[in-house]
Each structure stands twice: as structure tokens, then as C-alpha cells.
């Protein structure tokens, strides 16, 4: 079964961001997107929220909902000490997999390591 994608939403969450200064010089992109899609016949809602900071380390959470429960979530956080690396998703649910497969995951974000 594959991913329909119904709708995507994004909002920028840094005033400042400037793409010539996304490295260190303070215009960091830091979007809040929001993907809602269907997966054999559900509907999921899918949210980054980052505030990562340019060459200082990246800082997001992943959260996957469906009727607005909270079904997984990854914490990511290079930025502050300490570092944090919660990853909440598993290679053994083919929807996670999936969401890999389509980029919206990274190896990172999962707690086990796909064996």
C-alpha cells in the first residue's frame, strides 16, 4: 500500500529567515510543515517542527498523528547540551518505512536500526 498525499502546509517560523544567512548568520530556515495523508484507508497527519540552527546543529520534532493521537515521534536536538537523539519510529511498521522511503524520515528518527 503507498502514501496519498491529500495536503501539505508550511509556515515559516523564523521572522528573521534570510536563505543567504541560513549557515550562521542567524536567518535559519525553521519551517512547521503539516502533511496530511491517506494509508490503506486512514487518514494521518504527519508535522515537522524545526528549529534548527545552521551549522549549530539541528533541532526538530517529528510527530505522526491519526485522530490526533500521538502514534510516533522523534526528538532531534544537536544544539543544545546535551544533545539529544529520541528517535520514536520503527523499521518494523511499513507505514514508518514507508514515510523513509518518501524522505519525510530519516534513519536518525528511528529507534532501531532496520535488522
Not at 550562521?24 to 519551517?31: K, R, S
Not at 503539516?34 to 494521518?44: H, L, S, V
Not at 522511503?101 to 534513519?107: A, P, S, T, V, Y
Request: charged share 30%; glycine share 8%.
Amino acid at each position: 500500500m503507498s502514501i496519498r498525499i491529500l495536503e501539505k502546509r508550511e509556515v515559516e517560523q523564523n521572522s528573521f529567515y534570510n536563505s543567504e544567512k541560513t549557515n550562521d548568520g542567524g536567518g535559519y530556515h525553521q519551517p512547521y510543515r503539516e502533511t496530511f495523508f491517506e494509508y490503506e484507508g486512514e487518514t494521518y497527519r504527519f508535522v515537522l517542527d524545526s528549529s534548527s540552527c545552521g551549522d549549530f546543529g539541528l533541532r526538530y520534532t517529528k510527530t505522526l498523528y491519526k485522530h490526533d493521537e500521538v502514534l510516533a515521534e522523534s526528538n532531534i536536538n544537536e544544539v543544545d547540551a546535551p544533545e539529544v537523539w529520541d528517535g520514536g519510529f520503527s523499521h518494523k511498521n511499513p507505514l514508518h518505512v514507508e514515510l523513509l522511503e518518501m524522505g519525510f524520515l530519516k534513519l536518525r528518527d528511528f529507534m532501531d536500526d532496520g535488522e
